[in-house]
């Protein structure tokens, strides 16, 4: 497997990913604890430096970027300094930015987050504000997504589907796309509409997910998680399911087959989750594009995930990384 795993990295390079999705600015604020206020019981703290990276749907591009593809976002953003400023990070990595729609009365999604602690310590985050978005865009807009779309799909293209609830995705676009595109392969990311995207061909829920799909599924065991993971693939008429659980690895769906576990890679002491779901997207997509199977490319897209919780904060995964971690 090895080998052909490796052969498999060596096709990432300049494959074209469409990723549809909710694309979020997010800040790290980094600052240096000094007292407690004396005006109420909170930490008073220094400001020292911020850094911004694309987040969400937008996470998904740096890592496709990082692994050597060429990703193409299409979503809304707002006409605001927030979606200027992600416009010009994409711009900075040479990716194009034709399917970033500016959309009148509608807000880029922000999420930042207040880093703190002393000179010669770790920082750690103290608290997350997040700036949402609260309008939907009009008919017109999504027009204008929808024409994007099928202006930059093919039959045989993958399109990634990272839908962080921020309106970006709509189900009715989904179901146009795949009756214009039949033999399209479309893997899905949604954190609570999963079920909306009947006849897509893979998906990637988290453990909450599932759990919240089937909420008199007490699972206590294994078999709890594969009559769940079994039950789903069947509803939804889909070809595959990668269910990430976490320190406890993941494990693969696909029809007229028993479910595979697949062991988490690397320790199971985490750093930062922040991202790790966008980078096991990234890999799994590209692996699959090159040819790999859908265990093969689970497998490959686990140690992606498990090199990226050993970094802090938005982490895209380096090409050479996942290369170096192949035995």
């Not at 990716?95 to 009148?104: E, M």
């Not at 985490?270 to 594009?289: E, F, P, R």
Request: net charge neutral; hydrophobic share 35%.
């Amino acid at each position: 497997m090895d080998k052909e795993i490796k052969n498999a990295l060596n096709k990432f390079k300049d494959q074209k990913i469409v990723v549809w999705g909710d694309f979020i600015l997010d800040e790290f604020i980094f600052t240096r604890s000094t007292r407690i206020s004396r005006e109420a019981p909170v930490l008073i703290t220094e400001y020292i430096s911020s850094d911004l990276f694309p987040g969400g749907a937008g996470n998904v591009i740096m890592n496709l970027k990082s692994l050597n593809a060429k990703p193409i976002p299409i979503g809304f953003i707002g006409n605001d300094e927030d979606g200027n400023k992600l416009i010009s990070i994409f711009k900075k990595k040479n990716i194009p930015t034709d399917g970033l729609i500016k959309t009148n009365n509608f807000k880029t999604a922000k999420k930042s987050r207040i880093l703190s602690g002393g000179d010669n310590t770790k920082k750690q985050q103290v608290l997350r504000i997040d700036t949402k978005n609260y309008t939907k865009p009009s008919k017109e807009d999504y027009k204008i997504l929808f024409d994007k779309l099928k202006n930059l799909l093919e039959p045989e293209s993958l399109l990634i589907i990272s839908d962080y609830l921020n309106e970006s995705v709509s189900s009715d676009i989904f179901n146009n796309i795949i009756s214009a595109l039949p033999t399209l392969k479309t893997v899905i990311d949604s954190r609570q509409n999963l079920l909306n995207f009947k006849n897509s061909t893979i998906i990637t829920p988290n453990e909450p997910e599932m759990k919240n799909l089937f909420p008199n599924n007490n699972f206590l065991n294994e078999e709890d998680y594969y009559r769940a993971g079994n039950e789903l693939l069947e509803s939804m008429d889909i070809d595959g399911i990668v269910f990430k659980r976490g320190h406890k690895g993941m494990i693969v769906f696909t029809k007229n087959n028993p479910p595979q576990n697949i062991d988490i890679f690397g320790p199971s002491s985490i750093v930062d989750v922040t991202g790790a779901g966008d980078s096991v997207i990234s890999v799994l997509c590209l692996s699959i594009q090159a040819g790999l199977s859908l265990y093969n490319a689970a497998s490959l897209a686990n140690i992606a995930g498990g090199i990226v919780v050993m970094h802090e904060g938005t982490y895209p995964i380096k090409f050479n990384e996942l290369k170096n971690a192949i035995k």
